[in-house]
Structures are given as C-alpha cells and as structure tokens.
C-alpha cells in the first residue's frame, strides 16, 4: 500500500512556480526546488518525477491561478469592453508592483524552453490559443452589445490585443515604467470604441 503523501501538493508547486519564475527553467537546480519545496529529494521524483515533468506540472498551475483566474473573474461578470481593460490593468498593475521583475511565466517559457522543447512549444501554443480565444469572445460580445467598434475583424482586434499583451509582459521586465506600459494599451483601446464613441466618452 502506498504511504500517503505528507505535504500540500498545491503548496509545494506553488514554491516550485516561485523558483522557476525567478530564475527560469535552466537556471533553477533541483537542490534549489527542494529546499524551496521544503521536501526531498526522493519525495519530488515520486510525486512530480523529474525537472521537466515539475516544470509542466508547475507552469499548469501557474496558467490555472494567473490567466484562466482573470478569464473566470472578468468574461461574464463585466461589460466586455471594461472585461478586456479590466483584464489589462490587473497586468499592468501587477507588473509594476513586481521588485524582481520576473515577467510572466508563460512568455518566460515561450522565450526560454519552448524554442528548443516541441512539447513546451505545444503548451504555450495552447496557452496563447486561449488568450486569444478570450479576446475573440469579447471583441464579439462587445460587438453584439453595440461598446465595440463592428467595422472590426474580430479576429485580428484578439490577435493585436494578443500581441499587446505578450509587448506588456516582456517589456516591464526591463522597463518598469506606467507611462510606457499604458501606452501601449491606450491605443489598443481606443482602436475598440466605435467611431463617433470618443464624442460620448
């Protein structure tokens, strides 16, 4: 009969996320992640098998509390336009209350690990696939409601606001600066409002 494990597994990956996010996938050791982990190391191979599968399993979490928590709280509960905003200020937020500048741990791995790792290529492909399937979502229901601008293709509006998203992530990792991190979304947002919206605002 196996042993019941004795730690939060949920915890335990959570400090795993906080080694490779600091320090990134190749740069973390596996002395580092159980000593972070608080477990041994013949605990971490039985419960997560090697770095990589800790990797995978960690970078899951990490998706599921950070990106699909933000789907979860904004699609449906806001008007879809305030929905994407709300969605980006949280980012921005978030990224210029960070002292360690550690970015986001998807685009992290879209830089580091998936250019040489075919699998991590398909996860982060996947990931992206949703960002954008969120802002097609928005951009449509923003449409139907008459807050978004209908002359748009839905499609390229959620593939910018992708690309403005992956611009926000990377650039406050090296510059830290509201005015520059707004920037690139004022316009991203104005492109949103219907022609004659800028007279009622």
Not at 126 to 145: N, P, S
Request: one cysteine or more.
């Amino acid at each position: 009969m196996a042993r019941p494990r004795e730690f939060d597994e949920e915890a335990v990956l959570d400090a795993a996320i906080e080694c490779f996010w600091l320090r990134g996938y190749e740069a973390t050791s596996m002395r580092e992640l159980t000593d972070k982990m608080g477990i041994t190391g013949p605990s971490l191979y039985n419960a997560f098998g090697d770095k990589r599968s800790l990797y995978r399993k960690a970078l899951a979490q990490y998706v599921e509390r950070s990106f699909r928590d933000r789907v979860r709280r904004f699609e449906g509960h806001l008007p879809p336009r305030e929905a994407i905003k709300a969605f980006f200020d949280e980012i921005i937020a978030m990224s210029l209350k960070d002292p360690q500048r550690k970015g986001c741990l998807i685009f992290n791995s879209a830089l580091e690990v998936a250019p040489h790792d075919p699998e991590f290529q398909q996860v982060v492909a996947d990931v992206t696939k949703q960002m954008e399937a969120f802002f097609y979502r928005c951009v449509k229901a923003g449409q139907l409601d008459g807050t978004i601008n209908t002359g748009l293709s839905p499609k390229d509006v959620a593939r910018l606001l992708l690309g403005v998203l992956v611009g926000v992530r990377v650039l406050a990792r090296t510059r830290q600066e509201r005015p520059l991190l707004e920037g690139i979304l004022r316009p991203a947002l104005a492109l949103l409002d219907e022609p004659d919206s800028a007279t009622r605002r």
